[in-house]
């Protein structure tokens, strides 16, 4: 038993989730809240599982009302394949899921009424999941999608105005077809104040993305040269580094590459060791000598 409990993932519960469970308690709608609540914990839980797996650092796992997310600082410095199979080990739990509840209701294990409610709440939960807007588990698709063929700076940058132009679009939709409910603003109103926080902190998590190729090392097979002016900063070419692949560094001196490669280790080592955060790769080159 010790054993298991320590393979549960450290979980908080938001305290508007516990307002969310006195209300239902008061209203008679406990069991609702019951479903969505041990839905989204299996939907998490599937993430854990497959983060350890890969023996990824997870601070928690936290719940609230409107689903969940597994807190690490681990996307963006693992393989693309590794973060693909993290982020779709949640919504892949709906479809068992979704074939027990078959099974109940054709052995009438439990009311019809539940089963009813539990199958239309496992389908929204698995399809509003795999909308293409951060920070839900489409949205990290995106963010992975964008990431295989642009460098990462403009992947994420890529993904936040994609994810939030298409929630205005969709809540713009959800205005002339649906009725527009309280739960639903806020549930907008926390997506929107996510894709916001995620924009203002684009360079932060662009220097973290960095720091941890500087720290750890980077077993990209994929070697994929970068050619710059000797003029061009180390933050210009920071720019230009992609995920899944290892850099090298070529100067173009009148028209053509010249002189030996520099490789990334060395520009993260100068840019962050040796605090030359305003050296252009020329003087880099020259400063190497």
């Known amino acids: 038993m010790t054993n298991v409990l320590k393979n549960l993932p450290p979980l908080y519960i938001h305290p508007i989730l516990w307002f969310f469970i006195i209300i239902a308690l008061l209203t ?3 069991t609702e809240i019951f479903i969505i609540f041990t839905l989204v914990f299996i939907h998490e839980l599937g993430h854990y599982v497959a983060a350890r797996s890969y023996q990824w650092r997870i601070r928690r796992v936290s719940l609230w009302v409107f689903g969940g997310v597994m807190e690490t600082d681990e996307h963006g410095s693992r393989p693309i394949k590794q973060e693909l199979i993290v982020t779709l080990a949640g919504p892949l739990q709906h ?16 009311p019809s009424s539940l089963l009813t409610v539990a ?52 809540v713009a939709a959800m205005f002339l077809y649906y009725p527009f409910t309280l739960s639903t603003l806020l549930l907008v109103s926390f997506i929107l104040w996510e894709n916001r926080l ?19 090392d980077n ?6 040269p970068i050619v710059v002016r000797p003029d061009h900063s180390l933050m210009y070419v920071f720019g230009r ?16 590459p010249s002189g030996m490669p520099i490789g990334e280790k060395e520009c993260l080592h100068t840019y962050f060791r040796l605090k030359q ?12 000598h």
């Not at 890529?158 to 939030?164: D, E, I, K, M, R």
């Not at 050296?279 to 190497?288: H, I, N, Q």
């Open 28 to 30: 008679g709608t406990f």
């Open 95 to 110: 479809i068992w899921i979704f074939f027990l509840l078959q099974l109940c209701s054709a052995y009438s294990l439990l």
């Open 119 to 170: 199958t239309q709440y496992n389908a929204t939960i698995f399809l509003f999941n795999l909308l293409p807007i951060w920070p839900l588990d489409g949205g990290k698709l995106l963010m992975l999608f964008y990431a295989s063929f642009l460098p990462f700076r403009r992947a994420h940058a890529a993904t936040v105005l994609t994810s939030t132009c298409l929630l205005v679009i969709s």
């Open 198 to 216: 995620e924009w203002k902190r684009r360079y932060y998590i662009f220097m973290r993305f960095l720091l941890k190729r500087h720290v750890l």
């Open 219 to 224: 077993h990209a097979k994929k070697v994929r």
């Open 241 to 256: 580094f992609r995920r899944n692949c290892y850099h090298q560094i070529l100067i173009k001196d009148e028209g053509s």
């Open 277 to 288: 955060s305003q050296m252009t790769v020329g003087e880099l080159t020259a400063f190497r």
